[in-house]
C-alpha cells in the first residue's frame, strides 16, 4: 500500500478515506484483496476508529465488503456499477462543460492547455499515475471553473468504480486517446463552442467501453462474473 502524507485540516477519517480510495484506483489495493483494519491504522498513524468510518463509507458505494469479525474485502470489479458510475459522470460533466463554455477565461484556457501540455509529457515518457493524476486535475478544473466544486467532491465518491477501470485502461493500453481528447475539448471551450464540447466529453467516457475487451484480456483475476 502506498501512503503519502496527512494534508493540514484533514481529519482521521478522510485521511483513511483517501488512502484507501487512491490504492484501490491504483490496484496497491487490487480487487478481491482483503483489508485489515487494525494493519491500515498502524500504516496510517491512525486509530481504528477513523479507519473503520472510511471502511463504512467506501461499504455505502459497493466498492468494499465488510463481514463481522473478518478482514474487509475490496469487491471485484462490477462493469454494472462502473456504467452507474459513469452514468453519473456523463450527466454531470456535459452539463459542466456546457457552463465552462459560457464562463471559461482566457486564463482559464491557459490552465486547461496546461494540465494537456503535461499530460503528454507523461504520456510520451509513459507515466500512467502522473497521467491519471492529471487526468483527474483536468476534470476537477472544469467543475472549479463552473463553480461547481461540491458537485465534483460529491461525485468522487461513487466515481471509484469507474476510476479503477480508468486506471487499468491507461495501465494496459498505452496509445489510449483521452490526452487528445482533453487537448479537444480545451479547444472548444476556447471557441465557446459548448454543443462541440459536449459531444467530445460523451465519447470521452464513453472510451472505457471500447477498452474493456483489452482490459479484461490483461486483468482477467479482477472483474465479477
Known amino acids: 500500500m502506498q501512503v503519502s502524507e496527512r494534508l493540514a485540516r484533514e481529519t482521521g477519517r478522510d485521511y483513511a478515506l483517501r488512502m484507501i480510495k487512491e490504492n484501490i484506483v491504483s490496484l496497491d489495493l487490487a480487487p478481491g484483496s ?15 476508529t477513523p479507519v473503520r468510518e472510511a471502511l463504512i463509507e467506501l461499504s455505502k458505494v459497493k ?12 469487491t471485484p470489479i462490477d462493469y454494472g456499477l462502473v456504467e452507474e458510475s459513469r452514468f453519473m459522470r456523463n450527466v454531470l460533466e456535459c452539463a459542466v462543460v456546457d457552463l465552462v463554455c459560457e464562463m471559461a477565461t482566457g486564463e482559464d484556457v491557459s490552465r486547461l492547455r496546461e494540465n494537456v501540455k503535461l499530460q503528454n509529457f507523461y504520456l510520451d515518457n509513459f507515466y500512467p499515475q502522473q497521467i491519471m493524476a492529471l ?4 476534470h476537477k478544473l472544469l467543475f472549479d471553473i463552473a463553480r461547481k466544486n461540491q458537485v465534483y467532491r460529491l461525485m468522487n465518491t461513487i466515481s471509484i468504480h469507474f476510476d479503477r477501470v480508468r486506471a487499468m485502461a491507461l495501465s494496459s493500453i498505452k496509445d489510449i486517446k483521452i490526452v487528445q481528447d482533453h487537448a479537444l475539448i480545451t479547444d472548444a471551450i476556447a471557441l465557446g463552442a459548448a454543443s462541440q464540447a459536449r459531444k467530445l466529453m460523451e465519447n470521452h467516457l464513453k472510451r472505457y467501453k471500447f477498452d474493456a475487451v483489452a482490459i479484461r484480456k490483461q486483468y482477467p483475476q479482477y472483474f465479477s462474473d
Open 34 to 48: 482483503s483489508i485489515s483494519e487494525n494493519e491500515l491504522a498502524a500504516e496510517l498513524g491512525l486509530s481504528r
Open 63 to 74: 466498492i468494499v465488503e465488510i463481514t463481522p469479525q473478518k478482514k474487509s474485502l475490496v
Open 135 to 138: 487526468d483527474n486535475e483536468f
